[in-house]
């Protein structure tokens, strides 16, 4: 039987009733009509809804979703291989369960020889699952791979980020590049602006290398930095001449604690 993997934070990071969920989701969710624009990549952050939902809702309301997608996050439990796939199976959440797209997976690792299958990475991480409610409730069918990164050089991401675009130009259908990231975290609401701008500048540039240098030169600590640089990598080699960043805030923005906050922003990579 394929493998299944279990909601790890429902009931904590989301809802996990299915109708209070879809209900969190329609506020997170809750903008003016925009035309939809077709992407290569996103950055996304991975709160609580409660925090970061509606940054990450209006770049999701914004964007047209393909059927089959990368979804790349950072490992924050420690568990597992430090750059892992789960292949195949069925990710479940109160929404219903969302199919790992086996052939892509495939692709993958006959093209990537850094990446591991490996699902004790994914098993409780929570910044990949709570991307997935979202895509749930936007879009009836589609297929995802699920990729999580603990730490690369930045020559890894490079080559990790070339050998994903070269699958997305093979591939006969689009793939949306979704890099899951928070930006700084735990200072004030001063010191996590700066910082944030900083690594939003070079994403704006379309900037990988400038992107990674700055965050470990200026201590920014963006947890999504790999997933973030690899697409950025991808989108380059793919084409993309321009980012749009859609939201910026940060959780002092929700809990009106501006002592210590984390920062969240969400952009559009065409």
């Known amino acids: ?21 879809s209900e969190e989701l329609k506020r997170c969710l809750d903008f003016p009509p925009r035309p939809k624009k077709t992407s290569i990549g996103v950055v996304v952050p991975h709160a609580g809804y409660i925090y970061s939902g509606r940054v990450a809702g209006e770049l999701y309301s914004q964007i047209n979703i ?16 430090p750059f892992s796939i ?13 199919k790992v797209d086996e052939e892509l997976a495939a692709s993958f690792m006959n093209q990537c020889p850094l990446l591991k299958e490996d699902e004790e990475a994914h098993q409780f991480e929570h910044s990949l699952e709570v991307q997935i409610p979202f895509v749930q409730y936007l879009k009836k069918d589609f297929a995802f791979v699920p990729i999580t990164f603990s730490h690369l050089r930045f020559e890894q991401c490079v080559e990790v980020g070339q050998a994903i675009a070269e ?14 990231s928070d930006m700084n975290h735990y200072e004030s609401q001063k010191i996590a602006e700066t910082k944030d701008q900083l690594a939003i500048g070079q994403i704006l540039k379309l900037d990988p290398k400038g992107l990674y240098e700055t965050v470990h030169q200026t201590q920014v600590s963006m947890c999504g930095i790999i997933p973030t640089t690899v697409m950025l990598v991808a989108a380059r080699e793919l084409g993309a001449t321009k980012v749009e960043l859609v939201h910026h805030a940060t959780s002092g923005d929700v809990t009106k604690d501006y002592g210590s906050v984390v920062g969240y922003a969400s952009l559009i990579v065409e």
């Not at 789960?86 to 969302?98: I, V």
């Open 1 to 21: 039987m394929p493998p299944l993997r279990q909601p790890a934070v429902a009931g904590s990071f989301y809802p996990s009733d299915p109708k209070k969920l």
């Open 167 to 180: 699958i997305i130009q093979k591939s006969k259908q689009p793939i949306l590049i979704i890099a899951s």
């Open 86 to 98: 789960w292949p195949r199976g069925e990710w479940e959440t109160p929404l219903g369960k969302a």
């Open 66 to 81: 393909p059927d089959r997608l990368i979804i790349m996050s950072p490992n924050h439990t420690g568990y597992g291989v």
